[in-house]
């Protein structure tokens, strides 16, 4: 089946470094990709997004582009702040077939989450 | 919008009790999903209904727990009888076009069984 490998951490930098996250997938079809954050005692939030090969996603000056050559998606950060502290997690979209209706219904398969540390 | 409201945001209840989780999902999202979050475990699918219709319930962990979504304003998450290993965070999320958008989450409820 479908599946996400993202390291696992914890990262911690010093504020201002450099951040990479990888993410690889296994899919059989072509899935559309997302990265999730979930900062302490929230819920996850939607980060970013790409939906086809070759697409950047990039929001609050992290980005991600859709690899489907190398099946990855990497998150990164050119500058990390003490607020980007939090733990993200990498999906992608899993279609399965819909028995019923012909069609297919939709979930998202998570990674197991990076828990990153940002230092003053 | 309020965006995916879970009541209530934290319940501690007895070992043996029924809990009742509650989630309202945005209006106009066709799917809804119930998800379980531990340190050890990491994030669980629990159930997930497309239309109000349950469509995966093969996360759910035992027959203790049920779900239900009787409208498309509305879902349950129900343990009966509750134990403590059920300690987790309970997140209920919502969604359009999940293959597009993605999912909302809501902010969880924190349930603790002693």
């Known amino acids: 089946g479908n599946s996400v490998t993202q390291m696992e951490g914890p990262v911690t930098l010093s504020e201002e470094a450099f951040l990479t996250i990888n993410c690889t997938y296994t899919a059989t079809g072509y899935p559309s990709l997302f990265w999730y954050v979930q900062y302490p005692g929230e819920g996850l939030q939607l980060l970013l997004k790409a939906t086809k090969a070759d697409d950047k996603g990039s929001n609050k000056g992290f980005e991600a582009t859709y690899r489907k050559e190398t099946t990855s998606f990497h998150l990164e950060k050119g500058s990390v702040q003490v607020s980007d502290s939090a733990v993200y997690f990498c999906?992608?979209?899993?279609?399965?077939?819909?028995?019923?209706?012909?069609?297919?219904?939709?979930?998202?398969?998570f990674g197991k989450g990076t828990l990153l540390t940002v230092n003053p | 919008d309020a965006g995916v409201i879970q009541s209530p945001r934290h319940e501690v209840t007895e070992m043996g009790q029924e809990v009742t989780l509650r989630c309202k999902p945005i209006s106009g999202h066709d799917y809804l999903f119930w998800y379980r979050q531990t340190m050890m475990r990491g994030l669980e699918l629990l159930i997930y209904f497309n239309n109000n219709v349950p469509i995966d319930d093969s996360g759910m962990p035992e027959d203790r727990f049920s779900a239900k979504m009787p409208n498309a304003s509305f879902s349950t998450l129900k343990i009966q009888p509750s134990e403590p290993r059920d300690s987790a965070v309970y997140f209920c999320?919502?969604?359009?076009?999940?293959?597009?958008?993605?999912?909302?989450f809501g902010s969880g409820t924190r349930l603790t069984v002693v």
């Open positions: 999906a992608l979209s899993d279609p399965t077939p819909n028995a019923n209706s012909g069609g297919s219904n939709y979930k998202l398969t």
């Open positions: 999320a919502s969604s359009f076009k999940v293959w597009n958008y993605g999912y909302t």
